[in-house]
């Protein structure tokens, strides 16, 4: 049984498996390979790509998804161990692997990091409990990392680019009103260095170097793979050659937990935004982004209707990586 917790666990020739498998779907996309198959989708907190591209890919594929949203439709979850449950969780994460891997072929989580000690999110504790529990497959539908999107960025790429090797891919920082999760970004990273790119990762401060875990991780499969990574502060050394241009705003780590500290480390960097100027530096670059995206906030109006923004395809790409997903992971068990 082999979980899907992270793009790191897989080599790059499993990962093209999937990618290969979903373009194949796009052009078949109904069957009963998963007939009588059930996953249950458990959403801490929302969704709307993630939780319909995997309700109807399971449909497609003729399985069933159960959406359950702990503390509100179902019962609060304790993830920790060795607690006293006095608090809001009604039952351990113990008890619902269990139950869940009795009913069900695969079990999927979202759940984000809670924004207070990033030395304690930062070991993504709640899905690695569930894997811990589970007797069946899991998935990560976004954590500190989203390996789904990942999925649906390279093949994005693929579709547009073709082979991605030594091909310059810009994941820039944009402003946003609040400091996010930096999973996407982590992610941009991870997936692009497995399949050989040459990354510039664009930040208007040291301060929004990601974690080194993933730094690190991105350096080391650049490394094995042939390409190359960088970061910068320069916009228009970013920009300039560029063939995929990725924009996600992301929180400053240093600041973790504390919004009103990293706004004002934020504010003067409301330039970084992608327009028109920025993206006709770059060698006839397509832009994406994950959604959702603020428009003239993160991109304008211009970027987010020209040509080159592949940003849709990319969600619609969620939903035939993801059956892929499913069937390689559920296919073969009951």
């Not at 990962?15 to 052009?27: C, F, H, I, P, R």
């Not at 999927?108 to 207070?116: E, Q, S």
């Not at 990601?210 to 793979?225: G, V």
Request: glycine share 6%; proline share 4%.
């Amino acid at each position: 049984m082999k979980h899907f917790l992270s793009t790191v666990d897989y080599s790059r020739e499993e990962l093209q498996g999937l990618l290969d498998t979903a373009s194949e779907l796009k052009s078949a996309p109904v069957s009963r390979a998963l007939a009588g198959r059930t996953v249950a989708l458990l959403f801490l907190n929302p969704s709307l790509r993630t939780r319909t591209s995997f309700e109807v890919g399971a449909f497609h594929l003729g399985a069933h998804a159960v959406v359950l949203e702990p503390g509100k439709a179902a019962w609060g979850i304790e993830f920790e161990n060795n607690v006293v449950m006095d608090a809001d969780a009604e039952e351990h994460i113990r008890e619902v692997a269990g139950v869940l891997s009795r009913y069900c072929d695969a079990l999927a989580i979202r759940a984000f990091p809670l924004f207070r000690d990033w030395s304690v999110d930062r070991e993504d504790r709640v899905i690695r409990a569930l894997a811990a529990h589970a007797t069946v497959p899991v998935i990560n539908m976004e954590t500190i990392i989203h390996p789904c999107q990942e999925l649906a960025l390279m093949r994005t790429i693929q579709d547009h680019l073709g082979r991605p090797d030594n091909r310059k891919f810009v994941l820039t920082w944009t402003w946003h009103p609040r400091p996010l999760n930096t999973a996407v970004a982590n992610s941009a990273l991870l997936i692009a260095s497995k399949f050989g790119m040459d990354i510039t990762m664009l930040i208007p401060d040291e301060q929004y170097r990601l974690d080194p875990q993933f730094m690190d991780a991105a350096a080391a499969q650049a490394c094995e793979s042939g390409g190359s990574l960088e970061v910068t502060t320069d916009i228009e050394q970013a920009y300039t050659g560029a063939d995929f241009v990725y924009a996600k705003s992301w929180g400053a780590l240093p600041l973790y937990g504390r919004p009103e500290e990293e706004a004002k480390l934020r504010a003067p960097f409301r330039h970084f935004m992608v327009d028109g100027e920025k993206m006709a530096m770059t060698a006839n670059a397509r832009f994406s982004h994950c959604l959702p995206l603020r428009r003239n906030i993160k991109a304008t109006d211009e970027v987010m209707d020209a040509d080159y923004c592949v940003a849709v395809d990319e969600a619609e790409n969620r939903l035939h990586v993801q059956k892929a997903l499913m069937l390689s992971l559920m296919g073969g068990q009951r």
